[in-house]
């Protein structure tokens, strides 16, 4: 079981788009639709953006989308605000009652 | 108000057990619709599932782990525990509990994590 992995870090500007991908295998992202999102601002609780693959739970705004394409996971965060700026997680459920996670990405709006 | 909050020693000395205790308010840990999770994050690191369980029991672990945790529950008093035995500096980590639903298995809420150093 290995983590998914996840650029280290992504910038964009206020308005612009960016996108996270989360890399796994065909024992976990490619073969399960249940793949979460979350957003963790250090010091804080985690917070989840995005759950089985495209679903945003409520409150949280639709300029957050997920998506995935075989073993590849997405998320995407476009209008970019200030407030965005934070430590994005990845995870997935991987089999016989366990989940793994990505290794994070620090989002920088410029 | 769901709000979960984790409790326990911030030091725990090599080869000894760290033991934590992750209290749920807002509703009730007997609901069958969660399961209980603990989930750690090394310093700089990612994030580490590390276990879970349900109120009618049924526990299930990191195989990493596996041979040194045990998660256990306590409805009576709305709160679930970790023990990781025989811990080494590498167990040191910001550890968080977490809810995660039973239907579609995302983890909804979580606590803000409690720093665990192990050190002599």
């Known amino acids: 079981q290995s983590a998914l992995t996840q650029p280290r870090s992504v910038s964009g500007s206020p308005g612009q788009s960016v996108t996270i991908s989360c890399t796994g295998s065909?024992?976990?992202?490619?073969?399960?639709?249940?793949v979460s999102w979350y957003q963790h601002h250090p010091g804080k609780a985690p917070k989840l953006i995005i759950y089985?693959?495209?679903k945003r739970p409520s409150g949280v705004p639709d300029r957050f989308s997920g998506s995935k394409s075989g073993n590849t996971a997405s998320l995407t965060i476009s209008g970019l605000l200030p407030g965005d700026e934070s430590d994005y997680y990845c995870?997935?459920?991987?089999?016989?009652?366990?989940?793994?996670f990505g290794g994070g990405t620090k989002l920088t709006v410029l | 108000q769901v709000q979960l909050q984790e409790s326990g020693p911030g030091l725990v000395e090599p080869s000894q057990t760290l033991f934590l205790t992750c209290y749920y308010s807002?509703?009730?840990?007997?609901?069958?619709?969660?399961?209980w999770s603990w989930i750690r994050q090394p310093a700089g690191e990612g994030l580490e599932w590390i276990g879970r369980?349900?109120?009618?029991?049924?526990?299930a672990y990191n195989p990493s782990l596996k041979s040194r945790v045990i998660i256990s529950i306590e409805t009576s008093k709305n709160q679930f525990s970790l023990r990781l035995t025989s811990v080494t500096a590498a167990d040191t980590a910001m550890y968080f509990c977490?809810?995660?639903?039973?239907?579609?298995?995302?983890?909804?809420?979580w606590g803000q994590g409690t720093l665990v150093t192990v050190s002599s």
């Open positions: 977490a809810r995660q639903d039973a239907t579609e298995d995302h983890f909804d809420f």
């Open positions: 807002g509703g009730s840990i007997s609901s069958g619709s969660y399961f």
């Open positions: 369980i349900h109120a009618s029991g049924r526990p």
């Open positions: 065909s024992s976990d992202v490619g073969f399960y639709d249940y």
């Open positions: 089985s693959v495209t």
């Open positions: 995870c997935s459920y991987a089999g016989s009652y366990t989940w793994v």
